[in-house]
């Protein structure tokens, strides 16, 4: 059965104000930042003004955004390669090498991002604290990991779960032990699901505020430690806060756009399969 012009132009309508309330905030991000203080608060808002770069100038003077954008990209990366090291042998086990408690594990795993983050906070800031990696790096990367780690686990068992287990046996019966038959066969096969799961737990890991918060300050703070700084006893200046938050979204936007077949994919290994 045809949809009737009337239905199409109706889902239509739909599918274009759910994308406009969807990119309101992201646009009205974009135009705060290049307004002044004053602009800024002015009601009713100001659509049309002379643009200004001196938010941008004073985040930068007032603080070194490299800095932080350097700490955001360090504790990224590092998290997401050294999840991958820890989830792509845990869930090629759990896969291909499966008991009765495999789904127990598995979706105990899964519960623990059930758990609010706040209900960790104490001890693992008082672990930290004692090994003396409060404000470092180190602390930041092993969290972040350990945060990450059971949707990687999760996504990772369904990618492999797609592989068929005939061409496994048929690279034992050629005499590969595991090490050869995890390396050439499972992980070139395996390559869409691993660069899936790495993209996405590279944006969840820029995008991490509340350890950010709580485990750092200015020697590794992030940029979501960058746009906390703007808010102060004084008050929310919201154009300079709008253009370091635009600072610090722009590059993860950037690369999630070029990435986006890859991400969509991630999430759809991780939430229906």
């Known amino acids: 059965m045809q949809p009737t012009l009337l239905f199409t132009s109706l889902r239509a309508t739909g599918a274009w104000v759910v994308t406009l309330l969807l990119f309101f905030p992201l646009g009205w991000l974009v135009l705060t930042a290049f307004k002044t203080e004053l602009q800024a608060i002015a009601v009713p808002p100001l659509f049309v003004f002379e643009p200004t770069l001196g938010n941008f100038e004073e985040v930068q003077r007032r603080s070194d ?4 954008a350097r700490n955001s990209l ?3 990366l590092g998290s997401t390669i050294l999840g991958l090291l820890i989830a792509a042998p845990a ?3 759990m896969a291909f090498f499966r008991t009765k ?4 594990i598995l979706m105990w795993m899964l519960s623990t991002k059930m758990m609010p983050a706040v209900g960790a906070l104490v001890p693992i800031y008082v672990i930290a604290q004692t090994a003396g990696l409060l404000d470092s790096l180190t602390a930041l990367t092993i969290v972040f990991t350990l945060s990450n780690l059971p949707i990687m686990v999760w996504m990772l068992y369904s990618s492999y779960k797609d592989i068929p287990h005939e061409i496994l046996e048929a690279a034992r019966m050629d005499g590969a032990n595991l090490w050869t038959e995890f390396r050439h066969v499972v992980l070139p096969l395996s390559v869409g699901g691993l660069a899936s799961t790495g993209l996405l ?3 969840l890991s820029w995008n991490e505020a509340f350890w950010a918060l709580n485990l750092s300050s200015a020697k590794a703070g992030t940029l979501a430690v960058l746009i906390a700084s703007y808010s ?6 919201w154009a ?4 370091a938050s635009l600072m610090a979204i722009a590059p993860i936007v950037v690369f999630g756009w070029f990435s986006q077949k890859q991400l969509v994919q991630g999430l759809t290994f991780g939430a229906v399969k």
């Not at 955004?65 to 932080?68: C, Q, R």
């Not at 102060?232 to 200046?237: A, K, M, N, R, V």
């Open 74 to 76: 360090i504790t990224s």
């Open 91 to 93: 869930a090629y086990s």
């Open 240 to 243: 300079k806060l709008s253009a």
């Open 232 to 237: 102060s006893p004084e008050g929310l200046f």
């Open 65 to 68: 955004y490299v800095l932080f």
């Open 201 to 203: 737990c590279l944006v």
């Open 101 to 104: 408690r495999t789904r127990d």
